[in-house]
């Protein structure tokens, strides 16, 4: 079986990294424990949208049942993961258990120029702000180099 490389366009040189992060990404979205959204946040305080706010998100976990010992937040190499574990409580003898205490890992694949703000665990929701820094264009005018022996 062939495997169509999406980038394969000769006129994108350079691109590999790009279609191995798609690649992680999609090997990250195999569950949907625990569920998330993924916003863009208001930076100003009366809710307009302003061209600072376009660069701010918001993934917000839901987690509850899961205290800030139990979670855990890692960034490497362009990749948030963030991955739960709760400690079972031999202590405890249940008649019923319908509140499963399962791990989870979560992966989010974050382009170049995204930086993790913060995170905070506020009523059973896990919530990561991050901002996208936005680059000065580059405009760059390249010299057209020769011989010696050409007249111009």
């Known amino acids: ?22 690649e992680r990404a999609t090997k990250g979205a195999d569950s949907g424990y625990p569920p998330y959204n993924i916003e863009r946040v208001d930076s100003s305080e009366d809710g307009e949208a302003s061209e600072e706010s376009a660069h701010l998100l918001r993934i917000t976990l839901a987690v ?16 948030l993961t963030i991955s739960g574990r709760q400690k079972d409580d031999l202590s405890k003898r249940y008649l019923h258990r319908g509140i499963a205490a399962r791990q989870f890992k979560k992966t989010f694949v974050l382009a170049d120029g995204i930086e993790v703000r913060r995170a905070d665990l506020s009523n059973g929701l896990l919530a990561i702000d991050l901002e996208r820094l936005v680059p000065e264009p580059l405009k760059k005018r390249i ?6 022996d050409d007249d111009g």
């Open 143 to 148: 010299a057209i180099g020769g011989s010696k």
């Open 64 to 79: 509850a049942g899961f205290a800030r010992s139990d979670l855990e937040i890692t960034l490497e190499d362009n990749q």
């Open 1 to 22: 079986m062939t495997r169509i490389n999406l980038l394969s366009n000769p006129l994108l040189l350079g691109f590999e990294d790009i279609e191995r992060m798609i």
